[in-house]
């Protein structure tokens, strides 16, 4: 049977498996041994899957082919294990309903986040990771297209967990310290008056530029090359790939959501504040410009402009650091921005130019 001729919930469900069953080939023969396992795609067979199969991947699509075909049944398989032990069953059947529609799935959505990442890099993997791996980053994208601003600060703890790992894998890769060294300091949060704290934010220091939330600049192009080429291989080592593609995915879901304030405040080395804080903005931006934009953007355009004013209005930050920041941004996450504002591939959304 071609891909075209499958029941939608059947397609839906594959491509939530891996990349590699968008190939039609690959995915025929992977739903032809889901039949012989169990004798069929009816609700009945997903519903056995989803709650009785040894295989993590059967359990999974059994999950969100169920969350796709919307029944009654379907929905009370899907809540009756939300409070499952098994990590990854609570997690696809908090994708799955709130995926439908289902408000009420939030707060279980929301409360997975900080499960979702090792404590360590070199933490044992988890008997279900295969499932978590495969649905991880569609976890900040769900949250960040439905506008749920409640999940704004489990968000930001998600990214303190995805930064964690990531400074251990760089302070591994450059032989130096990871948090805590000169310089390894977040936004510093505004300025208020005594007494008049914002509700639920970080303490607030003094909103001053520091010359250490800047790369060196004995040798500005050799600090950026050596930037751009470090952050190119956090992007491409299999050790911690995912674990900084996941923390683009919440930063980006954070700015979607206006969530500018997770990033006060984080503690961080200073070259990911100057990424997150742009790509924050980029989020904040979503729907407003195209992937062409972004290929064609030039020191004028409208895009650098609107990032640049941001940069300056949100975080008090000098031009020079914005400069700074997107110069490196663009050099670092050209690739992901183009792509994402092309078309949100997960969801099928179309991103187009507003007027």
């Known amino acids: 049977m071609e891909r075209a001729q499958w029941p939608e919930h059947v397609a839906y469900a594959l491509e939530c498996l891996s990349p590699a069953l968008y190939d039609d080939a690959s995915a025929a023969a992977w739903l032809a041994g889901f039949r012989a396992r169990w004798g069929a795609v009816d609700e009945q067979a997903l519903a056995a899957a989803a709650l009785k199969g040894r295989r993590l991947e059967d359990r999974l699509f059994g999950f969100r082919a169920l969350g796709h075909l919307r029944t009654p049944a379907a929905h009370a398989l899907l809540s009756s294990q939300l409070d499952s032990p098994r990590l990854s069953d609570r997690l696809a059947s908090a994708l799955s309903l709130v995926e439908a529609g289902e408000a009420e799935a939030l707060p279980h959505l929301r409360a997975v986040l900080p499960e979702l990442l090792p404590t360590s890099l070199s933490q044992q993997a988890r008997e279900d990771e295969e499932v978590i791996a495969a649905v991880r980053f569609d976890v900040p994208l769900l949250l960040g297209r439905l506008g749920d601003t409640a999940s704004v600060p489990a968000l930001r703890r998600a990214l303190l967990q995805a930064a964690h790992l990531i400074e251990l894998w760089i302070a591994d890769t450059l032989r130096e310290p990871a948090a805590g060294s000169p310089g390894l300091l977040g936004h510093p949060a505004p300025v208020t008056a005594p007494g008049a704290a914002q509700q639920g934010s970080p303490p607030a220091p003094v909103a001053v530029e520091r010359s250490a939330d800047r790369p060196a600049r004995d040798d500005p192009l050799l600090a950026e090359q050596s930037l751009i080429s470090l952050h190119t291989r956090l992007h491409e080592d299999i050790a911690i790939a995912d674990y900084a593609d996941f923390a683009d995915e919440v930063v980006y879901a954070l700015g979607r959501l206006g969530g500018f304030g997770a990033l006060v405040a984080l503690n961080v080395r200073a070259d990911l504040v100057m990424l997150w804080t742009v790509h924050v903005v ?41 400069e700074d920041a997107y110069r490196l941004y663009m050099a670092v996450q050209i690739g992901f921005l183009t792509v994402k504002w092309s078309v949100d591939t997960r969801g099928g959304e179309t991103v187009t130019q507003t007027p």
């Open 282 to 322: 980029m989020g904040s931006l979503h729907g407003k410009f195209t992937g062409e934009d972004v290929v064609a953007a030039d020191a004028d355009s409208a895009l650098k402009a609107e990032t640049m004013a941001t940069i300056q209005h949100r975080f008090g930050r000098s031009s020079a650091w914005a």
